[in-house]
């Protein structure tokens, strides 16, 4: 399956049982994500040693609730701890993948 072009593209494929294998590995992880399959998500950011993987398990331990944590990574990402919800930075996140 090609990478979504749009995140309402990317919503639609989440009724599958996995993300496609041809993905990035960082939309991989917003597809578990997505799916609150936290620890396949967290398996797959912690692997990626650059600013997206940080970036996105710093989102990962925001959902967690591990704000300590959560503030560590968005540092290492070169980000500053998101005023906005998750549901938004999820969105964010996925969106930036998809465009670039």
């Avoid at 072009?5 to 049982?17: H, M, N």
């Avoid at 996995?18 to 939309?27: K, Q, V």
């Avoid at 936290?38 to 331990?61: K, P």
């Amino acid at each position: 399956m090609a990478t979504p072009k749009t995140y309402e593209d990317f919503e639609q494929t989440l009724t599958g049982s996995t993300p496609p294998m041809d993905w990035s590995e960082a939309l991989k992880a917003m597809w578990f994500a997505a799916n609150d399959n936290w620890e396949a998500s967290h398996d797959i950011a912690q692997e990626m040693f650059n600013e997206m993987g940080s970036w996105i398990h710093a989102y990962l331990h925001r959902v967690e609730g591990d704000e300590f944590n959560a503030g560590y990574w968005y540092r290492k990402a070169g980000r500053s701890f998101p005023k906005i919800s998750l549901g938004q930075e999820q969105k964010e996140i996925t969106e930036y993948l998809l465009k670039n």
